[in-house]
């Protein structure tokens, strides 16, 4: 009997390996991203005399985390002169150490910014970045596409302030890859300063996005936190994940207190598209100009702006309940 017992575990032991072989393993990937990243100005004359490591350090336990880190560059990288009258966001190439530091991979530069110094400055702010390792993306239609674990992932990076968005031409630009990404990403500029709601135009774009096959949505400009949210895209079978603006990483805007809260994005993906969205909070150290977590009231500022309840700590690690 205890043989028989014995082979039938046995048995048993075998037929649950071979169901663990031949099981299919979802791929999945974790991706960080966080809003606008300004390294001119004040943020220069701060960190550019001793170096630039430290600057979005702070950040460095969600990125080194993640397997690719996303930021919105508004500085352009470069001596070009201004092509007109306008904010000089302008920062030094060695500027792009501060990303290189805080394992950035990629950083978007469809915005009102790239052409601040005209192609010149876009051309030297593109090589900067190039130089240290990190992937720009934008301004233009064409996306970046990479494979992660085993997940092709399609990124596309639209500015919708310079110009309104052509949303048929970015709608044709998506579904042109639909068929082929496991998922689709959208970096986008849009939307009004300083407001802390969406406005009729990002949901009616992040709407148009989401049926053309965006599975994840990350925007930026308003230079203050808007909330994350779930839409279902028409005739689309899973939902998009849209944070319609992750403020400011690090900007050195004096007011409202608003403009100096930031947060980065944890988000879990896989074949069945986005699985889990953490946040990390943070803010802006006026005195250095740095990136430093946030305080506990800043904390509960940013989840009430943000509307999510997985809030991380400074570890950026998921505490156990």
Request: include cysteine.
């Amino acid at each position: 009997m205890k043989r028989s017992l014995s082979l039938g575990a046995l048995t048993l032991g075998v037929a649950l390996l071979v169901i663990a072989v031949f099981q299919p393993v979802e791929h999945t990937a974790t991706l960080a991203f966080t809003g606008d990243v300004m390294l001119g100005r004040y943020v220069a004359q701060s960190n550019a005399p001793g170096g630039w490591d430290d600057t979005l350090s702070a950040l460095t336990p969600c990125t080194s985390a993640a397997d690719i880190a996303f930021a919105n560059l508004e500085s352009p990288l470069t001596k070009a002169p201004l092509i007109e009258d306008a904010l000089d966001l302008r920062a030094p190439q060695e500027a792009s150490h501060a990303l290189q530091a805080s394992y950035f991979d990629l950083v978007s530069l469809a915005n009102n910014h790239a052409f601040d110094a005209g192609n010149q400055g876009l051309h030297d702010t593109q090589q900067a970045l190039l130089k240290v390792g990190i992937q720009p993306i934008g301004p233009g239609e064409e996306p970046w596409v990479t494979q992660v674990n085993g997940l092709i992932l399609v990124w596309f990076a639209f500015d919708d302030i310079s110009a309104p968005l052509n949303m048929k031409m970015v709608q044709e630009a998506l579904e042109t890859y639909r068929s082929d990404a496991d998922l689709i990403i959208v970096s986008i500029h849009w939307g009004s300063e300083l407001n802390s709601a969406p406005n009729y135009r990002q949901r009616s774009l992040a709407s148009g996005l989401a049926a053309a096959g965006a599975d994840l949505i990350v925007g930026h400009h308003p230079h203050v936190l808007q909330p994350v949210e779930w839409i279902l895209g028409s005739k689309r079978e899973r939902s998009t994940l849209v944070a319609f603006s992750l403020g400011n990483a690090l900007f050195d805007q004096a007011a409202p207190p608003a403009v100096r809260y930031g947060a980065m994005l944890l988000v879990d993906v896989g074949l069945s598209g986005v699985k889990n969205v953490c946040a990390f909070p943070t803010q802006v150290d006026p005195r250095t100009w740095r990136v430093v977590p946030a305080s506990p009231s800043a904390t509960e500022a940013i989840q009430r702006n943000l509307g999510l309840d997985c809030m991380l700590p400074p570890t950026c690690q998921v505490e156990e309940q």
